[in-house]
């Protein structure tokens, strides 16, 4: 099938942001991606699918690429994040390892399961026809499932695109600028101190990205708000979540709140964001070296320089801040001045006792946040606790 004319059908229904980790069945499409539309490379499948899904969000029509091997990455968000949050993605996934055709060893069990995988995680799924004109209804059918608010994946087998050559990409080099490494003692406020003095500084341009855990459940108990997100799964996707959001709208100031044990699960995320640097994103580490919240399980964080790695990421401003007075120094400074930042706390193990969940269904929240980044008048069922 010619790939320029299967992408320019992609185009004209409105698909123009790509996501994806490369795979040689799919390489002339993501060519195409690359060369005509916005496409963000992934460190990984399952960030893939946390960059799309950020960019619905922010009013794009997503799409994401992947070898069927790396759909085993994406289950996470593919389960915790897209379903419960009802973000309706357009994907595409090779089918190495098809039964009956010769490959590589560690493409045979991947073959036989590709489909089932799909099937069980509540994705709806078609063959993509190497046939021009019968792919162009398989994408009218994919996207009025989109417009239904349902993931719609293609199974691509090989030989399904024809060649599409790779433009000469011009590569950028982002350079840390500010870095300042720890010092002095550390406060170790609790993280619903820490959290209370993030919220206190937000504005009517500020959307709040929490990870999952405790850290949204808290930010819920200091005040629901519409320009809220409490991520309910994915863990480690938060990052990557707050890159797309941030690249669909620049507009708005991203406040990301990580966690270490979420930040070491997909640390590959920080070299992303450093690539494509949206001056709009803080990406702040709440680290209280532990699994907290399902029992206080030590991390490894203790070992790792987060700020030196966040800086030769090419995160533009990388921060350590010992106290609550410099970590509200150091947000207002970045509403003030920009630049993509990393900020690294260190915080007590303990928190609130009896915390509350959020009443409203993930999905709610996420129709709620859209209207608030588009400027839709809130229902009254959308108005916060607080």
């Known amino acids: 099938m010619d790939t320029k004319l299967f992408g320019k059908e992609l185009w004209k229904l409105g698909f123009t942001f790509f996501s994806g980790v490369p795979c040689s069945f799919l390489k002339s499409l993501i060519n195409f991606a690359i060369n005509e539309c916005d496409y963000v490379a992934a460190a990984n499948e399952g960030d893939a699918v946390a960059i799309a899904s950020a960019a619905y969000i922010g009013g794009k029509k997503p799409v994401v690429l992947m070898q069927n091997s790396g759909l085993t990455n994406a289950v996470s968000p593919l389960t915790s994040l897209t379903y419960p949050f009802r973000i309706p993605l357009l994907g595409f996934v090779s089918l190495r390892g098809e039964p009956g055709i010769p490959d590589e060893p560690q493409h045979e069990l991947m073959g036989r399961i590709t489909t089932q995988m799909l099937s069980l995680m509540n994705v709806e799924w078609q063959y993509l026809s190497n046939d021009l004109e019968e792919a162009k209804n398989q994408l009218a059918f994919a996207n009025e499932q989109i417009s239904r608010n349902r993931a719609f994946f293609f199974v691509v087998k090989k030989g399904t695109f024809d060649k599409e050559p790779l433009k000469k990409q011009q590569v950028t080099v982002h350079l840390n600028q500010v870095r300042k490494l720890a ?3 550390n406060q170790m406020p609790t993280r619903y101190d820490a959290l209370s003095v993030i919220n206190s500084l937000k504005d009517n341009n500020t959307v709040q990205l929490a990870t999952t855990g405790k850290t949204g459940r808290e930010l819920y108990e200091i005040e629901d708000a519409s320009n809220n997100l409490y991520m309910v799964g994915s863990m480690g996707c938060i990052s990557s979540f707050g890159l797309g959001l941030a690249l669909s709208q620049p507009s708005k100031n991203i406040v ?43 991390t490894v964080s203790h070992n790792i320089d987060f700020i030196n790695i966040a800086a030769s990421c090419g995160y533009t401003n990388s921060i350590y ?8 120094a150091s947000l207002q400074e970045w509403k003030d001045t920009k630049g993509l930042t990393f900020v690294h706390m260190k915080i007590s193990k303990y928190s609130k006792e009896k915390l509350a969940r ?29």
């Open 183 to 185: 010092h002095t003692d």
């Open 256 to 298: 990301v709140i990580d966690g270490d044990g979420s930040l070491l699960m997909r640390m590959g995320s920080l070299a992303t964001n450093g690539y494509y640097n949206p001056i709009n994103m803080i990406h702040i580490l709440l680290d209280n070296n532990a699994h907290e919240s399902t029992g206080g399980q030590s």
């Open 358 to 386: 959020p009443l409203m269904k993930p999905h709610e929240v996420r129709e709620r946040l859209q209207r608030f980044i588009h400027n839709i008048p809130l229902e009254d069922k959308d108005v916060g606790s607080s």
């Open 321 to 328: 801040v010992h106290n609550l007075e410099e970590l509200k």
